[in-house]
């Protein structure tokens, strides 16, 4: 066989029971962790957006910042008197595996993390307490959908938090019979984004290819948005990668201009991944096309 070997099998084996001595330990001891911290709650493949500590009056308190991977929110991890056992750099890590153990100081919080190239650390810290929270600013994240709409990687309504959805369904409401109060929100076109990114590569390679369709025809945008297909199975990340990344770094600006007209908190911090591609455009030769 070539996939499902034996190797696989016993890797497969190691982790189910990796998984049920956690479960174990927890369905044993879920009375001494956080309400927050139960059996539905993962943290997997969720990613870390930014890490700051400040002082508190009881030492040094740990923020995680977190996008979240089954809910597509934004929410806070605080690690209050944080005490690091073992470190790492935390800022744009996947979260891979976590534990969580009370101790008589408060707690123990285990990470295993991973980078772009998937290679594997670890984060522990000792903590008084650990609290999750909601950021008081929309994340820049959290207007994304709605603001360039049908764009390559489509995420569901859910990527809005609870605060943007209400504006969001407020101005959908207003387009059946007005709404005075319509706070209007920045909008980019996603074909025009398509378009940019690829001129950006400077590829010969794409611009050849592309001298064969019109400008601003169906033809083109398909054309341009299957490179673009083709260039995220070969060359960068799918949604939290290099095209993702242009897109917001596009509409921060726009989003900054919205935040300081209506008076509404935004939070326009991004990760630049690693090896950006339009700091590194790829050879053509590394470029498949349609």
């Known amino acids: 066989m070539k996939y499902y070997t034996k190797a696989w099998y016993n890797r497969v084996l190691q982790m189910s029971k990796a998984e049920n001595g956690y479960q174990k330990y927890y369905a044993a001891h879920s009375g001494e962790l956080p309400d927050w911290y139960t059996s539905r709650f993962r943290l997997h493949d969720s990613k870390i957006i930014h890490a700051t500590t400040e002082k508190s009056d009881r030492g040094k308190d740990l923020t995680l910042k977190i996008f979240h991977d089954e809910s597509h929110q934004i929410f806070l991890l605080k690690l209050r008197n944080a005490k690091i056992m073992e470190s790492t750099l935390l800022a744009g890590k996947y979260l891979i595996a976590d534990e969580l153990y009370k101790t008589n100081g ?125 260039l995220n199975r070969g060359v960068f990340n799918t949604l939290t990668g290099d095209y993702e990344y242009f897109c917001l770094s596009k509409l921060k600006p726009i989003a900054e201009k919205w935040s300081n007209k209506h008076n509404i908190a935004v939070d326009t911090h991004l990760i630049l991944p690693k090896n950006y591609i339009l700091n590194h455009p790829p050879a053509d030769e590394e470029i498949n096309l349609p």
Request: aromatic residues 12%.
């Open 106 to 230: 408060g707690y123990e919080f285990h990470l295993l993390l991973a980078d772009d190239k998937n290679a594997l650390s670890y984060f522990t810290a000792a903590c008084a307490g650990i609290e999750k929270a909601m950021p008081d600013a929309l994340p820049l994240y959290s207007l994304y959908e709605y603001c360039i709409p049908g764009r390559l990687f489509y995420e569901s309504e859910s990527f809005y938090n609870r605060k943007t959805k209400e504006i969001v369904l407020k101005e959908r409401d207003s387009n059946r019979g007005g709404d005075p109060d319509l706070i209007p929100l920045p909008k980019l076109h996603n074909a025009d984004l398509h378009g940019e990114f690829l001129q950006r590569l400077k590829s010969p390679k794409i611009s050849d290819y592309l001298r064969q369709f019109k400008e601003d025809t169906k033809e083109r945008r398909s054309a341009e948005y299957a490179i673009l297909t083709a």
